[in-house]
């Protein structure tokens, strides 16, 4: 119903910054909240960022706080993250996703939808 799309990625210093947006085609829902995870090579999925449907609720992983900022358009059906002072531990495949939820899910299987990612390698 709902296809997800990651653009922004690539390679930067450490301390550079990076803007990834996401972009949804096809069903919207009434209320959704999306998020931002990533996967480094040899570990699980983790949670980076999520934001309501309203745009007033944000929650960010600890990792991150301070650092990465998650933003929408709703009216452009896009989802962005603002990447700030990148660490090379930051290197990951990020990836975007969308869940019908007046809240802010933090957990992956929560998310019915998922883009098919971009990668992001901040060197040292």
């Known amino acids: 119903q709902v296809q997800l799309v990651e653009s922004g990625g690539g390679l930067v210093q450490a301390g550079g910054s990076l803007r990834l947006s996401c972009a949804a085609s096809g069903r919207t829902f009434s209320s959704y909240a999306m998020g931002w995870f990533r996967q480094a090579p040899g570990k699980e999925r983790e949670f980076v960022a999520a934001?309501?449907?309203?745009?007033?609720?944000?929650s960010y992983a600890d990792s991150v706080k301070g650092r990465f900022t998650i933003s929408r358009d709703n009216a452009k059906n896009a989802v962005f993250l603002q990447m700030n002072s990148l660490k090379p531990e930051d290197t990951a495949i990020y990836y975007c996703a969308t869940t019908p939820s007046t809240g802010v899910p933090v957990y992956s299987n929560w998310y019915n939808y998922w883009g098919q990612g971009t990668q992001v390698t901040v060197s040292s």
């Open positions: 934001i309501s449907w309203s745009g007033g609720s944000t």
